[in-house]
Structures are given as C-alpha cells and as structure tokens.
C-alpha cells in the first residue's frame, strides 16, 4: 500500500521493507531516460541484423516519443492543480 508523507515522498510498503521515493518527478524524470537510453541502444543492436530493422526502426519511434514525454515531467513538476478548502 501507498502512502503520501507530509514531506511530499512517497512511501511504497513492500513485506518488512519500505520504498520512500523522494523528489518523485525526478524520479520518473530519470526512470524516463533510462527507458529512452534502452530503447535506442537496442534499437541500434537490432539493425545490425537486417530482418529486425523494422523492430530497430519501431524501437526508434518509441524512444523519440519519450523525447516528448521529458518535457511534460519537467512541466507536470512546476504546475500543481490543487484543491481550494470549503471555507462556507
């Protein structure tokens, strides 16, 4: 179960063990290169064999893709919608 600490974290419990994820936008800032430095490195290996260079070319897609996703983290991270409290 999730839960939202007061420092903004957030605190996965997994058995006897705690994940506390701090800074998460940066956390899913980093996790989204990762996936983008994946995706063009196998992208890359697979067209050294011809009959995957259609798998190559769609692995390309999805990391140019994510080149878009980076700037909406960066973006979501500054912008918070948050709710007004009913002062009636």
Same mark, same amino acid.
């Given at each position: 179960m999730a839960e939202q600490a007061p420092d903004n974290s957030l605190t996965l419990h997994l058995g006897h063990e705690e994940l506390i994820i701090r800074q998460r936008?940066? !956390? =899913?800032?980093? =996790? #989204? +290169? !990762?996936l983008i430095g994946i995706w063009f490195l196998l992208g890359s290996i697979l067209f050294l064999y011809p009959s995957q260079e259609h798998l190559a070319i769609w692995m390309f897609i999805i990391g140019s *893709?994510? *080149? =878009? !996703?980076?700037?909406?983290i960066r973006l979501v991270r500054h912008l918070h919608l948050q709710r007004m409290p +009913? #002062?009636?």
């Open positions: 936008y940066e !956390v =899913l800032s980093i =996790l #989204n +290169d !990762v *893709f994510q *080149f =878009l !996703v980076r700037p909406a +009913d #002062n009636r």
